[in-house]
């Protein structure tokens, strides 16, 4: 017997939801049930959203982890947690100096991205996304870096964002 969030959604949402990103206009019910299949196949776990029926074109997809990804940090906000006071820390120092990289290397070395979102087809045929990225560690207390700081991951552009989508499911 299946499950509600691995039956193949039929009813598109109405209108694209505030915080989603578009991925792919023209996009058909074909494309949505290709990557849902994949991210199941891939050992993710698809969901459905909370308080939606189980026919609605939408569904929570989470537990990829992309390690190495300290490219990803968005400098200037993770700076501005900095700036009220800090653990004193060789990486955050530098960060405060202009040279992000070995934040970076702390992050590549102790942390892994976690890529969460929400998957779904609009009546207009659009495939959109809702990203949930965040810096986790791969091994907690592992990483000398503060247990407040909140390395803040950059805003990611279309394609960037399809790619991770795409390997999340296990077709790229």
């Known amino acids: 017997m299946s ?53 609605l074109c939408r569904r929570r997809v989470s537990g990829y982890v992309l390690p190495g990804a300290g490219i990803f940090l968005d400098v200037a906000r993770t700076a501005r947690h900095l700036e009220d006071g800090f653990a004193p820390h060789p990486a955050l120092v530098a960060l405060l100096a202009g040279d992000p990289d070995p934040l970076r290397a702390e992050l590549n070395a102790h942390f892994e991205l976690r890529v969460d979102f929400t998957l779904a087809l609009t009546a207009s045929r659009d495939l959109i996304c809702r990203p949930e990225l965040r ?38």
């Open 3 to 55: 499950s509600p969030a691995s039956d193949r959604p039929t009813r598109p949402l109405p209108q694209k939801p505030a915080g989603h990103v578009e991925l792919a206009r023209y996009s058909s019910l074909g494309r949505l049930w290709a990557l849902l299949g994949g991210a199941a196949r891939a050992g993710r776990q698809v969901t459905l959203v909370r308080g939606d029926a189980p026919d």
């Open 135 to 172: 810096f986790v560690p791969i091994v907690p207390g592992l990483s000398d870096l503060p247990g407040d700081l909140t390395p803040e991951v950059r805003r990611l552009g279309r394609d960037e964002l399809h790619l991770l989508v795409q390997r999340a499911c296990g077709l790229a």
